[in-house]
């Protein structure tokens, strides 16, 4: 096991321009994505490493932050823009050196991949570790919606001495993967039912996001689904394709 220097942190805001609220709006049976989201972490890494919110000071993100509280998670409060420095001052302030970071708007995150992550940092020094498909693109840069992204905090703080550009100040592991020269930059492959399924819009942008996957999560937890056989039945349904389809060029990545 890793040193209590690891932690699981968590991006979460309730100012989406594109679907405000979107983190606390009714999902599946009363609870809504974050509090998914978390129990899910909860059940297999509450006790093992720290799990963090890292949200904004914005008086509207207090929902969030009253949920983790209530569910045993730490909280910082930080700048609503610049979400690389919130990810620096929560990772100093809980004294975090090793980061998973984990988008709250991911409903079908398939948390066990972490293991493999903090298993491959172990082996050889990395700054940045995601999965990617074939072609080299980072899974972050799809829509998949299924993975998390490891990170180290001295690898967090090079980017914010290196730039202010507002995309890399929003947008945190972004200048990582693409200035692979200046850190140590190391993908996983895809496992075979993954590969070449760009096509798969798992993550949560909009209302039409929203109810498409309100809807693939009760079918998910209906069939009692693993994430290889909700992608497989996916990829059987050709008007939700469609629809996906539809999203991902409607939002660019």
């Known amino acids: 096991m890793l040193s209590s220097k690891t932690g699981l942190l968590i991006q979460a805001r309730t100012g989406s321009t594109r679907l405000p609220r979107k983190m606390v709006l009714d999902f599946y049976q009363g609870q809504n994505i974050f509090e998914i989201l978390v129990d899910k972490l909860i059940q297999k890494y509450q006790g093992v ?13 207090q929902i969030l ?34 980061l998973i970071r984990i988008c709250a708007d991911n409903p079908f995150l398939d948390i066990e991949h972490i293991q493999t992550y ?27 919606g299924l993975f998390t992204e490891y990170v180290s905090l001295f690898a967090l703080k090079k980017v914010a001495s290196a730039t ?39 993550t949560l942008d909009t209302l039409e996001d929203f109810n498409l996957l309100q809807e693939l999560y009760k079918e998910a937890v209906r069939q009692n689904m693993t994430t290889k056989a909700l992608i497989e039945w996916i990829q059987q349904q050709p008007e939700i394709l469609k629809q996906m389809q539809m999203q991902i060029q409607k939002n660019q990545k």
Do not use: C, M
């Open 164 to 202: 202010q550009n507002p995309i890399y100040l929003e947008h945190v592991t972004n200048y990582l993967y693409t200035n692979p020269q200046s850190f140590q930059v190391n993908f996983i492959d895809l496992p075979e039912y993954l590969k070449n399924k760009k096509n798969i819009r798992l």
């Open 65 to 98: 932050a009253d949920i983790a509280k209530h569910k045993g998670l730490a909280v910082y409060r930080g700048d609503s823009h610049n979400v690389l420095n919130r990810f620096i001052r929560a990772a100093e302030t809980f004294e975090i050196n090793n």
């Open 118 to 144: 903090l298993h491959n940092i172990t082996q050889q020094p990395t700054d940045y570790l995601s999965y990617a498909f074939a072609d080299g693109t980072p899974v972050i840069q799809s829509h998949l």
């Open 49 to 61: 490493y720290p799990i963090i919110l890292a949200t904004t000071n914005n008086p509207a993100d």
